[in-house]
């Protein structure tokens, strides 16, 4: 592993320290930890911000210069009092950092550290402790140093900020002072240092315990599997919503159940986890069939099945944008005149580097017609996005608002439980349903198959340095996976308008519980 422990792996290790020390020492494992879309998207806006950020310090110099030992150059700079370093690089013992920025202040004789984060507010949350977390790990280590540390900042976006023609960098971050809340955790940190150095260097893992076994799915560390063997592929930890009741998931983990056939008849659960355990024990569909015929019956033809896709860069990239704001690039949209015809795909991708907000606008305008209904799936993404075309182009707000007025969210179905199905494994999210109702349809096959990975490849075709066969590459798979969605979704709505007519008994098979 390497010879030091820097500020990332140390907030790894908070999360999982076996996780961690896997990562460090089984290089067999490595394809676990291979960054996601999402997870690409956010070290790419990290280190836009951080850039962006430097700009508030124009004085300030790179503490390594070019094929510097950055250490050298650091206590170069360190020595002469230099006013404004960038990344400085410190170690003492077996921890190295680098800092974002450091800041000398003549009159007190001290340097501030600032610490820029890509986030856009500090509330109270898990993020601003990790934040917290991360500026006190590097605060200690200056301070063993010896390097005389003065006040110490979080730079952050700020939330409010709507861009203008131009960027106004003064306006677009915020400054906290996290002085003292960085100076309270510092025992905590200090201790944790040590726990971190002493379980991360030893040579066996077999003291070392992933105590993910008690999160949700979604929470888990990547090697939770190999970790825990004795856990099921489908397991409690897949019950809807469990991951937000830790004392009940630990009530299960402790007494060693796993499976959900192994759930105990008594034990508590909300009506929507009773009704998974109902249908993944029955190995049958739970269908609320007269419920399904009275939300089919509530749809005015033709139907639209409409979804965006859409990129958030952190920095807004034009007039009218706030930080991390959706900028809706693509549409797609398939259009059914009545329950028994065939759909027409319809579809739009920006190609130009200029907002495509009123081009997105102008060609829904020219396919939706003044009636019908407006599938979506996840309609408070879709109505949101809808809202901010309206606030940066009022002269279509009552098209837009229409709009808004006659979505209806396909998924509301399987939400309300009138649908449940042993192959969802307790989820509503098109992916989990569309293979269960219409097998033939994969994203698997896709070039594409999320929207993370969607919005990093129209960001390379239209801004990046990409070749014009990668950018036809490019387009071809952005359209034929926006086309999925839509057409995912006039699948499903196929599927349940053919079981409501095969179906007449107001309930197929033995559903139970709220809705």
């Known amino acids: 592993m390497s010879l030091y422990i820097d500020k990332t792996t140390y907030l790894e290790y908070l999360q999982c320290p076996k996780n961690t020390w896997l990562k460090l020492h089984k290089p067999e494992l490595h394809e676990l930890f291979k960054l996601s879309g999402f997870e690409k998207n956010l070290s790419m806006n990290g280190k836009i911000v951080e850039l962006c950020a430097e700009k508030l310090f124009p004085k300030g110099v790179k503490a390594a210069g070019y094929k510097q030992d950055p250490l050298v150059g650091t206590q170069k700079h360190i020595a002469l009092k230099t006013s404004v370093l960038f990344q400085p690089t410190f170690t003492f013992e077996q921890f190295l950092i680098r800092c974002d920025i450091l800041a000398w202040d003549k009159k007190a004789g001290l340097y501030d550290f600032y610490e820029i984060k890509a986030t856009n507010s500090l509330e109270e949350n898990s993020r601003q402790i990790d934040h917290i977390a991360d500026a006190s790990f590097q605060a200690v280590i200056l301070k063993k140093t010896g390097l005389p540390l003065g006040k110490i900042f979080?730079?952050?976006?700020?939330?409010?900020?709507?861009?203008?023609?131009?960027?106004?960098?003064?306006?677009?971050?915020?400054?906290?002072?996290?002085?003292?809340?960085?100076?309270?955790?510092?025992?905590?940190?200090?201790?944790?240092?040590?726990?971190?150095?002493?379980?991360?260097?030893?040579?066996?893992?077999?003291?070392?315990?992933?105590?993910?076994?008690?999160?949700?799915?979604?929470?888990?560390?990547?090697?939770?599997?190999?970790?825990?063997?004795?856990?099921?592929?489908?397991?409690?930890?897949?019950?809807?919503?469990?991951?937000?009741?830790?004392?009940?998931?630990?009530?299960?983990?402790?007494?060693?159940?796993?499976?959900?056939?192994?759930?105990?008849?008594?034990?508590?659960?909300?009506?929507?986890?009773?009704?998974?355990?109902?249908?993944?024990?029955s190995q049958k569909p739970l269908i609320d069939i007269t419920a399904i015929k009275e939300e089919l019956k509530s749809l005015d033809y033709p139907l639209y099945f409409l979804d965006y896709e859409t990129y958030a860069p952190a920095i807004p990239m034009f007039k009218g944008f706030r930080p991390y704001q959706q900028i809706p690039f693509q549409f797609s949209l398939h259009k059914a005149l009545d329950s028994s015809s065939e759909t027409d795909n319809y579809e739009y991708l920006h190609e130009d580097k200029s907002d495509p907000s009123l081009m997105i606008i102008k060609e829904l305008h020219s396919l939706i017609g003044s009636t019908g209904s407006v599938i979506v799936w996840n309609q408070s993404f879709e109505k949101k996005i809808n809202v901010e075309l309206a606030e940066r182009n009022p002269q279509y707000k009552d098209f837009l608002e229409d709009i808004n007025n006659r979505i209806y969210d396909l998924m509301d179905i399987f939400k309300a439980q009138f649908y449940v199905h042993p192959g969802f494994a307790g989820r509503t999210s098109i992916k989990k349903v569309l293979p269960v109702l219409a097998p033939e349809l994969s994203y698997l096959e896709l070039e594409i198959q999320e929207g993370a990975t969607a919005s990093q490849k129209w960001y390379d075709m239209v801004f990046g340095a990409t070749l014009p066969f990668e950018k036809e590459k490019i387009l071809n798979d952005l359209v034929t996976y926006c086309g999925m969605d839509t057409y995912a979704m006039y699948a499903i709505w196929k599927f349940l308008v053919s079981s409501a007519g095969r179906l007449n008994n107001p309930l197929d098979g033995s559903h139970q519980g709220g809705k």
């Open 154 to 281: 979080l730079v952050h976006l700020n939330k409010d900020y709507v861009r203008d023609d131009e960027l106004e960098i003064e306006k677009l971050f915020l400054i906290e002072d996290i002085t003292e809340k960085v100076l309270a955790r510092e025992a905590q940190t200090q201790k944790e240092m040590r726990q971190a150095r002493e379980d991360l260097f030893q040579k066996q893992e077999n003291e070392l315990v992933c105590k993910c076994i008690y999160c949700g799915r979604s929470s888990q560390c990547t090697t939770f599997k190999y970790s825990h063997p004795e856990v099921p592929e489908y397991s409690v930890h897949d019950l809807t919503r469990i991951g937000l009741s830790r004392q009940k998931l630990a009530g299960l983990v402790d007494r060693g159940i796993f499976k959900l056939d192994d759930i105990p008849e008594n034990f508590e659960l909300s009506a929507i986890q009773k009704n998974q355990i109902i249908a993944h024990k």
